[in-house]
């Protein structure tokens, strides 16, 4: 299964943008849909989480209540919803496919190519 990543761009803080993630074939219901992020010279850091088959979710501190993990498992996609950004939401970001309830990216064997989000002050 590949994922392809979209939806990035510039956009001014307090903006919103809405990234998406699509799957090339069948995910299974137990897999775990990921957002990971990763700014100039720093690591690769979670941002958010969904089960395939379920509503569960989880955030990082740094985006809870601003982002929206989401499925749409008619379109084999994962969305994330993003409001009131911030310039340190700048970096290029990256989904992923699991099978762990898990926050680390090494728990994620399936990535996509990530998309450039910007955030001007």
């Known amino acids: 299964v590949q994922l392809q990543a979209s939806g990035g761009g510039l956009v001014q803080a307090g903006g919103s943008l809405r990234l998406s993630c699509t799957a090339s074939g069948r995910i299974y219901s137990s897999a775990v849909m990921a957002w990971f992020r990763q700014a100039p010279g720093r690591e690769r850091e979670f941002v958010a989480l969904?089960?395939?088959?379920?509503?569960?979710?989880l955030y990082a501190d740094s985006v809870k209540g601003r982002f929206t993990i989401s499925r749409d498992s008619a379109k084999n996609t994962v969305n994330l919803q993003m409001n009131s950004l911030k310039p340190e939401d700048t970096a290029v970001y990256y989904c992923a496919r699991g099978s762990q309830w898990a926050t680390h990216q090494n728990a994620y064997f399936s990535w996509g190519q990530g998309t450039q989000v910007t955030v001007s002050a």
């Open positions: 969904t089960r395939w088959s379920r509503d569960s979710t």
